[in-house]
């Protein structure tokens, strides 16, 4: 998918450093939105591989097979957290560009998404147990990309509809995409679900 999108915003015939252009990017499908698909199913894969200790690193496979891993799968999900809020970000930076920011609420997801992707990935990079403050701090970013969400929705459905709040389907398909913020909704709530214990029970 990414790489059909990309495609879309390529000019073959263009003379040579006019190929491929920011600007030629920001006016094409968003490229980095197909990634959502590979991280649910990246999501899918990890949760069905267990470890054999919790926040162990070592995944079983299934059988006798395993996997170890560099760091514990608790700081592979902050990881995943991370990447997953910064693929949210570029593409929220990128659809808002054409406006060139001049609306003021253009900057919260930009700084938001920011402040998100840094958080878990520093979480991630910590052994062991988050302190306080590092868990407040986390808690802290994934309500504020939960909230951004919401607020993104609002804000994208009311920019569709006409002046007298009337719903034409037209302007939902070629206007503001109304589910697009809903990515920073479900990062956030991933991200608190991953505060969740890491033990896991077996089937009986």
Known sequence: GAGFHLVRGILPAAPT????????????P???APFAFAGVGLLGLSAAWRETEP?????NLGGQRRLRLPYS?????FFMVSLGTLVAVVSSAWDH????FEN????LPLGVGVFATIVPLGAGAIQGKLNRVELWTYVAAMLLLILTGVLGTYFHVAANLTSEAAIVPERFLRGAPFMSPLLYANMGIIGLLLLLPAEERERP
């Open 17 to 28: 450093g006019q190929q491929v252009t920011l600007s030629l990017l920001v006016w094409a």
């Open 30 to 32: 968003p490229v980095l």
């Open 55 to 59: 926040d162990s690193g070592i995944l």
């Open 73 to 77: 799968k608790t700081q592979a999900y």
């Open 97 to 100: 560009a054409r406006s060139g």
């Open 104 to 107: 003021a609420w253009l900057w």
